[in-house]
């Protein structure tokens, strides 16, 4: 097994991002608000929602006494509301069953609505500098390439947390840095397309550079087509409600331009089933 560890810790120190959740004392709930933010959304994006979600709530307990409406509409247009159903629904779970403080414990973590085996090891490691093997999508393409000598990933699985901790120091401070380091390479140097292999760090210990860069295939499940689709129509009836602030909306009045009729009812039914949205007496509101 070639050691990645040490030229990721000379490489991170050098290089990483000054991003707000890396920064000393950004605490707990910070970096699991970070995380369930940073689920399909890139960085750019998240910084100003998060810095505002947490001035308005500084702690779980101040999310749980608000209404799940109020989660919602500051969500804005992260994309994938249900990211902060959950997140509302943990911060309630955080207060009734840990004092209002975020465990530090993976299977306590697990147990909260809308937390993974990714984010639950993210907050683990990086809020509490617990010792885990973490793994996002930029990780997962760094080893499948430096170990594998694969162009691209499989299909996520157990797998990666095994590869992942057989590059992880035994140190648990080291362990922290290199989990955050091969999410950084990932995400700046090792990227999924034109990848800089000039500038990586690992590159004289890569498998994949080793064997010329073959094309092993992609069979990563492709994104669907946002233009046009059930999600672009969920996102529209979103809009209305957010902008309704806490009065409903009657149905006739909500996107009844949209240019697909079947969709549209489709993308509210949705909703309602989702818990984003709820249907009374002909009008529609975001959930109290």
Known sequence: MPDLATPLIAWYRENARDLPWRRPGFGAWGVLVSEFMLQQTPVNRVIPHLEAWLERWPTPTALAMDAPADAVRQWANLGYPRRALWLHRAAVEIRDRHRGVVPDDVDALLALTGIGDYTARAVAVFAYGSRHPVVDTNTRRVLARA????????????????????ILPAEV???TIVNAAAMELGATVCVARSPHCEICPVADRCAWRAAGYPDTGDDRRKQAKYEGSDRQARGAVLKVLRGAAAHAVPLDDVIPDWPDALQRDRAIDSLIADGLA???????????
């Open 147 to 166: 170990l594998d000598g694969r162009s691209q990933p499989g299909p996520p699985s157990k797998r990666d947390l095994a590869a992942m901790e057989s």
């Open 173 to 175: 401070a080291a362990s």
């Open 278 to 288: 709820e249907a009374s007496g002909g009008e529609l509101r975001l959930p109290r």
